[in-house]
């Protein structure tokens, strides 16, 4: 799964229509009224985000110690990192850390690992940029709601010059915490470092609302708007967090505040739509809906989510079709695979649901991920002999 930038959203959607008239300023998106004590919830500065512990500063110099040549250099350290960590772990939508923080635990989400290897990078005096992936849209669900992941990482930069070398190299090296991503040549942009501040906050704002701490939430959207007012993600986030609250015009104001800065936020569309629900405008949500379901029907992963909300149903016929046709759309995807056998498991045939497992192994990308596939084949086989 992509990882990364795990960003908050019920449902989202686009169109390629005219963007609805929005008032003006970002201030006209924020409610503080609404979220009495909003200001005493403590925010990590941007200091607190990239700050590294004495530990981690010596892991950095101890990682390089007795290279000369930066390239190589920079493939130690990556190394180093990647060497300490539990890669089950940067799956955790929830472990969204700082830089020490992470350091200490080993692990974290794909953004709090990038934002860590940037200052442990940093720390050695390498150029270091952020890159945002446009993967295609993925979710995945948490404690009942929809997360939409959005993935980012990094490209490290050797010193042009330094005392003993000099180097042309441009390009860069580049540390990606999800292979499938980097593999599939997404397109990338620069993103700059206050926009990935705004990203964690808007991570940590995700995490609150679903815990159903809206004041909490609120504190860091807010934030993440007032350090980078064109994330779109964090605007829609915003929306929804007021759909809750019953705050619906301040929702729908933010929903298109998040389209305008994203056209192609198909979740700050869907989002909109369940909104007009709401508000008892059936007809406006429909004319949405059709839209985002066009623009969504080449997406393996809109598939995969339906067939995950049908099995959470148990409507397992219609889970299966959904898996299926995510399968036709591409076949590169563990996921897909072990919504099949999870399916095939619950309609009782157990050698297909071996068959999709396997395919699930073989198509995950770290070992914990073949590990638990491998769990499940291994129960599977008991049944089979029990």
């Known amino acids: 799964m992509q990882i990364l930038s795990v960003l908050l959203t019920s449902i989202i959607l686009l169109g390629c229509q005219s963007v609805p008239e929005v008032w003006g300023h970002q201030e006209d998106v924020l409610f503080d009224q609404g979220f009495v004590g909003f200001e005493n919830i403590v925010i990590e500065t941007e200091k607190d985000i990239f700050e590294l512990n004495d530990e981690a500063k010596a892991f950095a110099k101890s990682a390089v110690k007795g290279i000369l040549k930066p390239e190589e250099q920079i493939s130690a350290l990556v190394h180093h990192v990647f060497s300490r960590s539990d890669l089950n772990l940067l799956y955790r939508a929830d472990a969204n850390t700082v830089a020490s923080q992470t350091f200490q635990n080993k692990a974290a989400n794909c953004l709090s690992m990038s934002i860590m290897t940037y200052a442990l990078a940093k720390e050695l005096g390498f150029d270091v940029r952020f890159q945002d992936i446009e993967i295609p849209e993925y979710w995945t669900m948490r404690e009942g709601q929809s997360l ?211 395919l699930a192994k073989k198509k995950s990308r770290t070992r914990a991920e073949q590990a638990t596939y491998q769990g499940k084949l291994n129960l599977l086989s008991s049944l089979q002999s029990g």
């Open 148 to 358: 939409l992941n959005r993935h980012i990482n990094l490209q490290i930069i050797p010193r042009k010059k330094n005392r003993i070398h000099f180097h042309f190299v441009t390009r860069g090296y580049e540390v990606d915490f999800d292979a499938q991503a980097t593999r599939q040549h997404f397109p990338k942009t620069l993103l700059k470092r206050r926009q990935v501040v705004a990203m964690f906050h808007n991570n940590n704002g995700a995490d609150a609302l679903i815990k159903k701490d809206y004041v909490k939430a609120y504190a860091y959207f807010r934030t993440a708007i007032m350090q980078s007012p064109d994330l779109s993600s964090a605007l829609a986030n915003l929306g929804y967090l007021y759909r809750l609250t019953g705050h619906y015009q301040f929702s729908e104001n933010a929903y298109l505040q998040a389209i305008k800065k994203d056209k192609t936020n198909l979740s700050a569309w869907r989002n909109l739509s369940h909104l007009y629900r709401y508000m008892g405008l059936d007809q406006k949500a429909q004319e949405i809906v059709n839209r985002v379901a066009d623009k969504r029907a080449g997406n393996p992963f809109f598939h995969i989510n339906l067939g995950d909300i049908a099995f959470e149903k148990q409507q397992l016929q219609k889970a299966l079709s959904h898996y299926q046709r995510a399968l036709q759309l591409d076949r590169s995807y563990h996921e897909v695979y072990f919504g099949l056998g999870k399916t095939y498991f619950e309609l009782g045939n157990i050698q297909r649901s071996q068959h999709y497992l396997k």
